[in-house]
């Protein structure tokens, strides 16, 4: 069974940095990309940072300049550095992957549960 965990939230002054990781376990034939969202109390989920299997990142503008993700050589952990932080980057923050289980032809999308960041002013 493959499971994605995260890691690594927490309370943070404004100005502040986290490091969020996730690790992607269990029976998987290959990694097609794995990302980073963000849902905020009363708003819908968003894509923070994304990485393909190539290598290649995108990053939500507001976020450009400040967070940087990045993966293991194994390639089966992505972390997120969040520089400067601020209090509107307050958010639940979930890893995503689209991979390939074992056994299958075709990706799939994998959530882990969520980490909680608080950044205060």
């Known amino acids: 069974q493959v499971q994605l965990v995260e890691s690594g939230g927490g ?8 490091r969020l990781s996730c690790a992607a376990s269990g029976s998987i034939f290959s990694i097609n990309a794995m990302g980073w969202y963000r849902q905020a109390p009363g708003k819908q989920r968003e894509l923070v940072a994304g990485l393909i ?3 290649r990142t995108n990053y939500a503008d ?8 990045s993966r293991d050589n194994a390639k089966t952990t992505v972390y997120l550095q969040m520089n ?8 639940v923050y ?9 056994g ?5 999308d ?10 205060s002013s």
């Not at 400067?84 to 958010?91: G, H, Q, V």
């Not at 299958?104 to 799939?108: A, F, S, T």
């Not at 994998?110 to 950044?119: E, Q």
């Open 84 to 91: 400067s932080l601020k209090p509107e980057d307050s958010a």
């Open 11 to 18: 309370l943070v002054q404004a100005g502040g940095s986290l």
């Open 53 to 55: 299997s190539g290598g």
């Open 94 to 102: 979930y890893c995503n992957a689209d991979l390939i289980p074992m």
């Open 110 to 119: 994998y959530w882990g549960k969520g980490t909680l960041v608080t950044v």
């Open 104 to 108: 299958y032809m075709d990706g799939m």
């Open 62 to 69: 507001s976020v450009k300049g400040r967070f940087t993700i």
